[in-house]
């Protein structure tokens, strides 16, 4: 039996659902253990996902919730300097840590996330020391060392997490704030090359604009040309990139009014992200045809 493309994707939606349904049920009845045991058992959730996202219909006993406020920066400081490698004095790992946090602490407050780049980026920090060009006391040319390296990686913070579905996503994103990007045939192209281009208003010196979903939607289902099919779990993916600060949902916060979104990132790392998924994405934009 020959499995397509389609088939695996309404597997990937089917077992998607199948696990939510599946998830349902075990809250539910990890919830009931005391009444329906008569034992004393207390049950204990720690999540990082409010309580309001598990709970689907009737029939659940409702938790006492407790919040954990974030770590502040002196906390993630203690912890994480908790990480220094054995080749490293904790005073001089405890100076690598500051570094990263005068970078990343305003934008990022999850700790997996700020120890993964720690871990990333020590090198860069602690080579001019082992190979003895720099004292360990000279914090300035540790910084001036390592801080390139830091901004760059401060713009693919979360990024390992994002899907390659997501990654088409922000394509079709950056393509429908682009008003007059060509997904409609070739007679529109040959169209939009008669314009001169002294004549033409660059899109992408005018900034980012807001696109309503709709019109990304269409453009992603026409590009990928039925590889995936209509479900919830794309409109979770988007959400999932407004989470992550790649798109910004402007509006349509009430059930009448669509929501409309914008592109956060710029047009070099969406042809980045092109490249990694082979699709030539400057080909559809009207300023560069």
């Given at each position: 039996?020959?499995?397509?493309?389609?088939?695996?994707?309404?597997?990937?939606?089917?077992?998607?659902?199948?696990?939510?349904?599946?998830?349902?049920?075990?809250?539910?009845?990890?919830?009931?253990?005391?009444?329906q045991?008569?034992?004393?058992?207390?049950?204990?959730?720690?999540?990082?996902i409010?309580?309001e996202?598990?709970?689907?219909?009737?029939g659940?006993?409702?938790?006492?919730?407790?919040?954990?406020?974030d770590?502040?920066r002196?906390?993630?400081?203690?912890?994480?300097?908790?990480?220094a490698?054995?080749t490293c004095?904790p005073?001089?790992?405890?100076?690598?840590?500051?570094?990263?946090?005068?970078v990343?602490?305003?934008?990022c407050?999850?700790?997996?996330?700020?120890r993964?780049?720690?871990?990333l980026?020590?090198d860069?920090?602690?080579?001019?020391?082992?190979?003895?060009e720099?004292a360990?006391?000279?914090?300035r040319?540790?910084?001036?060392?390592?801080?390139p390296?830091?901004?760059?990686?401060l713009k693919?913070?979360?990024l390992?997490e994002?899907s390659?579905?997501?990654?088409?996503l922000?394509q079709?994103?950056?393509?429908?704030?682009?008003?007059?990007?060509?997904?409609?045939?070739k007679s529109?192209?040959r169209m939009?090359?008669?314009?001169?281009?002294?004549?033409?208003?660059?899109?992408?010196?005018?900034?980012?604009?807001?696109?309503?979903?709709?019109r990304m939607?269409?453009?992603?289902?026409?590009?990928?040309?039925?590889?995936?099919v209509?479900?919830?779990?794309?409109?979770?993916?988007?959400?999932?990139?407004?989470?992550?600060?790649l798109?910004?949902q402007?509006?349509?916060?009430?059930?009448i009014?669509?929501?409309?979104?914008?592109c956060?990132?710029?047009?070099?790392?969406?042809?980045?992200?092109?490249r990694?998924?082979?699709?030539?994405?400057?080909r559809?934009?009207y300023?560069f045809?």
């Open positions: 039996m020959e499995v397509t493309n389609q088939d695996s994707v309404d597997l990937e939606d089917y077992t998607l659902g199948k696990n939510v349904i599946c998830r349902e049920v075990q809250v539910k009845t990890l919830l009931a253990l005391f009444g045991t008569g034992l004393n058992i207390c049950t204990i959730f720690i999540s990082e409010v309580w996202k598990f709970r689907a219909g009737t659940f006993c409702e938790p006492y919730c407790l919040h954990f406020p770590y502040t002196n906390e993630l400081m203690e912890i994480m300097v908790l990480d490698p054995a004095e005073d001089l790992y405890s100076l690598y840590v500051n570094m990263v946090l005068s990343f602490h305003m934008v407050r999850d700790l997996r996330e700020l993964h780049i720690a871990r980026n020590f860069y920090f602690y080579e001019p020391v082992k190979s003895g720099c360990p006391t000279n914090a040319k540790l910084w001036k060392n390592v801080e390296h830091l901004r760059k990686a693919s913070v979360y390992r994002v390659s579905h997501q990654w088409e922000m079709q994103a950056e393509l429908a704030d682009d008003d007059s990007s060509q997904t409609v045939g529109s192209r939009a090359k008669l314009v001169k281009k002294n004549e033409r208003a660059s899109n992408h010196l005018l900034g980012p604009k807001t696109f309503p979903i709709d939607m269409a453009i992603f289902y026409s590009i990928i040309e039925g590889k995936v209509p479900s919830a779990h794309i409109y979770v993916q988007i959400s999932s990139l407004v989470s992550l600060h798109l910004s402007v509006g349509g916060d009430d059930k009014s669509a929501p409309k979104y914008k956060l990132v710029t047009l070099d790392f969406i042809r980045s992200i092109a990694t998924v082979q699709f030539d994405i400057m559809y934009l300023d045809l």
